[in-house]
């Protein structure tokens, strides 16, 4: 009987992984890459109306934070966030990014090595995960990569904040019951992400419970043409989460006005 049972239960196990592997070549096959695998470039210091010094802002992470979905540079998360730090410091910010689409975070490394040796930035933030999770990369060896790449950072005086893994349920084109499965670790891997960064006094924000209801109740708004990466509006939503998080991270409450003359222009 027990032979029985143990047999029926790994024919089960059999199947439901041959199920899941059909529906991530349907997944696959729905998203396609309509945006191919570059973003647009957003380098350059945003709000220059703000005076002379920038706050230098570094993103790494994987096609979330390069901005992969965007139609123009100003969309991309980069440059969101970059402008949302200057008009609430009233100072302008030089964003470099390094993020690479596709990256997991074992790229972060690597990522981390094209800066310079005397580059300090003043705060960087990472968004990378949602690739670990499609790519069913162990939690513990997705947050060790994260760990090494935060202690760097921090190791160098700069701030950090890191946006966890979003909500992977909020992606439509995938089936169930590979899209609960997705979800559930996506959770997972925020949840390790958010310890090992507060471990080293990094700053973390969860993108799954800041803005991944906003992903479920409006896809067609949220998503851009592949319904997989954010659009325009979806990264505005992002880096609106982000924002306060960043001067939290600088130290400062940025509670400033926004002036709404020629310096708002990016």
Not at 219 to 235: I, T, V
Request: proline share 6%.
């Amino acid at each position: 009987m027990l032979v029985a049972a143990l047999g029926g239960a790994g024919a089960a196990v059999a199947a439901t992984r041959e199920l899941l592997r059909r529906q991530a070549r349907v997944a696959r096959r729905r998203i396609g890459k309509e945006l191919g695998e570059t973003a647009l470039v957003a380098d350059r210091v945003w709000k220059r109306g703000y005076g002379d010094e920038p706050l230098e802002l570094l993103v790494l992470g994987d096609s979330i934070a390069a901005g992969l979905g965007a139609e123009r540079p100003k969309d991309t998360l980069g440059a969101r966030v970059a402008r949302g730090v200057a008009k609430r410091l009233r100072r302008p910010v030089r964003l470099r990014c390094a993020a690479v689409v596709g990256a997991e975070t074992s790229a972060l490394a690597e990522q981390l090595g094209t800066l310079e040796e005397d580059y300090r930035p003043d705060v960087a933030l990472i968004v990378v995960g949602g690739n670990d999770v499609t790519h069913r990369v162990p939690v513990a060896t997705s947050v060790r990569h994260l760990e090494r790449a935060v202690a760097e950072l921090r190791e160098r005086g700069v701030a950090v904040v890191v946006g966890t893994c979003p909500d992977l349920g909020a992606l439509r084109p995938v089936p169930q019951p590979l899209r609960a499965l997705g979800a559930r670790m996506s959770r997972q891997l925020a949840s390790a992400q958010a310890a090992v960064a507060a471990r080293h006094g990094a700053h973390t924000v969860s993108l799954a419970r800041t803005v991944g209801p906003f992903f479920v109740t409006d896809p067609d708004e949220m998503f851009s043409l592949d319904r997989f990466h954010p659009s325009a509006l979806g990264y505005k939503r992002t880096a609106s989460a982000l924002v306060p998080a960043l001067l939290d991270a600088l130290g400062t409450s940025g509670g400033a006005p926004v002036s709404s003359g020629p310096a708002d222009r990016p």
